[in-house]
């Protein structure tokens, strides 16, 4: 049983990519990285759930 | 033994002739400990309770070469009174439960170790342990049972079907020991292990740590304080935590590429120091310049050998998990060792010591692993982690939770074949498989006593009172409470979940192992045998 869901969940996921497009415009490689793990965290926080981030990580090492 | 008036105290001991040196063929003993660090000492003290000769091997002869741990627990504290040196190490050390964390020069995250009132031990003392080693020694020096021989270097170990053979070199030449168990707890370099060939698999870190302990008269308050990227040692990590006699511990990271044998010298120790403490004065009393390691034998009962403490298993310092986890490795070998050679349990029971030990080896290398990583990182990636959870402290509560800089040493929890589980629901903060919470009680004159003070190195039964006392098994040591002890405050009632008719039964070393809401003379006498070993 998966409890990553993986189909779509925002009502305008063009805007949400183009949110997350917009907070990199600008930065410098290291910025954009740091920003990056500071998001990653704040996100995961707000999951709150180990298996669901476990199962979050192994998708995104599969697709890359 | 002397203690010298030099600002680096020193125990110093003298080797002495045993008979067994001077016997045309090796003498048979039923425990040789090889070993005279906290581990070793504490088993052989524990033995010595138990009615059991121990003698102990040291291949020095001398104490007080640097100092090492610091931070020791209250479960440490809880099994060194039961020993008899409790108040002693309290008196000694410098009391603490406050951590904070600093991320340049503001306060990101700070922890209280002991917030429940009502124990009789400290959540954390901190003391030299060179002061713990000499403490120990002297104890054992009051027991007849022990025989502790200096300057007695173990060199060659033979292991038989039912004893084992050791070779040791003294002053006076070698002789031999035979041993129904041998103790291993010869520290993480053992030389036991090397002679039986055993691999100590696990994990180097590359970072490098200058630790100084440093003699001065400073304000600072008696808390842990822990620094990332202090203004006064840029980039890196630093420590600082104060131990008796006015020397405090100094930890500064050095990083990857420091050279050890440079960064120890006076001459380039002082103005880092200087850069941390400013314009005071200060002595230095002890420095070296370390990597840590995180390790273990993946057994560590071969045999009649036995490994305990750091010859088993070995952990970074972050987190006090050293020399606290050996201790409670000592304690919770030796009654189980003490059942099987006074014939009251199958050697099977040994299996629970590889077990139990085993979890929390693995338990005391994890946090002693994140703990480590946090604060050196491995990769750059994994620094840019690290980095964005300390600048995310400040804004976010859950930051300041991931902040690490060591998760200080606790008890451990035994998943564990002894433990009987529960029937019925229990609440409160005895669990099985954890010691026992301490508690204030009054006995039957009205005096203070404290729960742990009164327990002792047998199996118990604490019993609520519910009329008549019920007739216990034989050998069992039962305490009613509410006629032996009085609970007057209710931390007891509290902390056991206790009502009318509930019994809890203890092990010897005072780890919950089976409890019920009512009295069942068959229930207890099956948890009772099976926390002997019968169910392995
Ligand atoms: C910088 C630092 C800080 C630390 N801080 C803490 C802390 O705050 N809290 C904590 O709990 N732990 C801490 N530790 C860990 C702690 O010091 C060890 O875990 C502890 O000393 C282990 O005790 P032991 O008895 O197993 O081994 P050891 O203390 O190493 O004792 C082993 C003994 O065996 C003897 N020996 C060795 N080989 C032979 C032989 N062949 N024959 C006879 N005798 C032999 C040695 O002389 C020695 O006396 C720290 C360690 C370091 C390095």
């Known amino acids: 049983m998966t409890a990553l869901k993986t189909e779509n969940g925002f009502a305008n996921p063009d805007a949400a990519y183009e949110a997350l497009v917009e907070a990199h415009r600008g930065l410098a490689e290291a910025e954009s990285a740091a920003l990056n793990a500071r998001l990653v965290l704040i996100l995961s926080n707000h999951i709150g759930d180990l298996k669901v981030l476990k199962e979050a990580i192994s998708l995104a090492k599969k697709a890359g | 033994m002397n203690r010298s008036a030099a600002n680096k105290t020193v125990y110093q001991f003298g080797y002495r002739r045993s008979a067994d040196q001077d016997a045309s063929r090796p003498v048979r003993r039923p425990v040789v400990i090889v070993g005279a660090g906290p581990v070793g000492l504490t088993a052989a ?87 713990l080693e000499g403490y120990l020694v002297e104890r054992a020096a009051e027991l007849p049972l022990i025989d502790l021989r200096w300057r007695n270097r173990v060199t060659a170990v033979e292991k038989h079907d039912d004893f084992v053979r050791l070779t040791i070199e003294t002053p006076e030449g070698e002789y031999r020991l035979d041993t129904d168990w041998c103790l291993a707890c010869d520290g993480a370099r053992s030389k036991v292990r090397d002679c039986l060939g055993l691999k100590f698999e696990g994990h180097t870190f590359e970072e490098r740590f200058l630790i100084a302990d440093v003699k001065m008269s400073a304000e600072y308050p008696t808390e842990r304080w822990f620094w990332f990227d202090p203004p006064f040692h840029s980039g890196q990590s630093a420590l600082l935590h104060r131990q008796p006699d006015n020397v405090w511990r100094i930890d500064l990271q050095l990083g990857p590429d420091a050279d050890p044998d440079e960064e120890k010298k006076p001459e380039r120790v002082r103005p880092r120091l200087e850069r941390m403490l400013g314009e005071r004065k200060f002595e230095l009393e002890w420095v070296s310049v370390y990597r840590f390691n995180c390790a273990r034998l993946k057994k560590f009962v071969h045999g009649r050998v036995i490994f305990v403490g750091d010859s088993a298993h070995q952990v970074s310092p972050f987190g006090a998990r050293g020399a606290n986890s050996g201790i409670q490795d000592a304690e919770n070998l030796v009654w189980k060792l003490a059942l099987v050679l006074n014939g009251e349990a199958p050697e099977s029971l040994l299996d629970s010591y590889e077990l139990e030990r085993g979890q929390a080896a693995d338990e005391n290398i994890g946090h002693s692993t994140r703990s480590t990583d946090f604060i050196a990182p491995r990769t750059k990636q994994e620094r840019v982690l690290r980095n964005a959870v300390l600048q995310l ?127 069942d003379g068959n229930r207890i006498r099956e948890a009772l045998a099976r926390a002997k070993g019968s169910a392995i």
């Open chain 2, 45 to 131: 003290i524990d033995f010595a309770k138990r009615g059991i000769p121990a003698i102990i091997l040291d291949d020095a002869d001398r104490i007080g070469e640097g100092s090492r741990a610091i931070c020791f627990s209250k479960r440490s504290l809880e099994i060194m009174d039961r020993l008899g040196l409790g108040d002693r190490l309290v008196e000694k050390g410098v009391v603490w439960q406050l951590g904070k964390v600093f991320l340049g020069e503001h306060q990101v995250y700070s922890f209280d170790l002991l917030p429940e009132a009502g124990h009789r031990m400290p959540a954390f003392i901190n003391l030299q342990q060179y002061y």
């Open chain 2, 393 to 519: 402290a400040p804004h976010a509560a859950f930051a300041r939770r991931m902040v690490n800089s060591g998760r200080l040493s606790v008890a451990s929890e035994y998943d564990s074949p002894l433990t009987t589980p529960d029937r019925e629901a229990f609440a409160g903060s005895a669990r099985l498989g954890l010691p026992v919470p301490d508690a204030p009680l009054d006995d039957r004159d009205g005096a203070k006593r404290y729960l742990l003070q009164t327990l002792g190195e047998d199996f118990q039964l604490l019993y609520v009172k519910d009329g008549a006392r019920p007739n216990v098994p034989e050998g069992l040591r039962m305490t009613v409470i509410g006629e032996d002890l009085i609970d007057r405050e209710g931390h007891f009632t509290q902390r056991f979940d206790a009502t009318p008719g509930a019994a809890y039964l203890l092990r010897p070393d005072h780890h919950l192992c089976a409890r019920m809401r009512s009295y």
